[in-house]
């Protein structure tokens, strides 16, 4: 079975995709990452990003087990919609948030992206939601995930897809080729 992670820094319009082609891929069980953290760490979950590294670690483990176990319930591929990076605003820098877990459990990453300015556009029409809104630390956002991604995906093996605005009205095809194993 496969186990699929969508990545892309915050705002970029991963679960929106997803959204769309949901009916498309009834043999992929859609997981958000942050719903399972925020399940298991509870009313805290609005200061994880302030958690020290060893508690946020322990909790993405956890979250790691309960998708083993979800997807040997289900016996479906499973979509996660998730991050190999996230930004820190205590540290002002990204970070690497993939686990080693994380790099054993999943067998493909997606890496979606887009350019600066429309992450800003997007950001700024979901205000409720706290994300940077300065472009130059969007701009190493983005960076840092497509260089992680690489690196994660060389080092454990991983099939690496590409999902970015070179596709334009197509994105939602692209990604259901990925899912479904089809050459693109």
Known sequence: ??????????????????????????????????????????????????????????????????????????????????????YNPISNETENVFTELDCKFFTDLILYEVNALTVLERRKSDSIKKRSLDLSIIKKELSFERENSDNIAKKYGMQLHYLNEDFHNNLNIELIKILKGEKM
């Open 1 to 86: 079975m496969r186990r699929y992670c969508l990545v892309g820094i915050k705002g970029i319009g991963k679960t929106t995709i997803i959204k769309k082609i949901l009916k498309e891929i009834p043999n992929i069980d859609y997981l958000i990452g942050s719903q399972i953290l925020r399940q298991l760490v509870g009313p805290r979950f609005d200061n994880f990003d302030y958690f020290p590294k060893e508690e946020k670690q322990k909790y993405r483990e956890k979250a790691i087990e309960y998708m083993i176990k979800r997807q040997n319930e289900t016996q479906k591929d499973i979509l996660v919609d998730g991050h190999t990076t996230l």
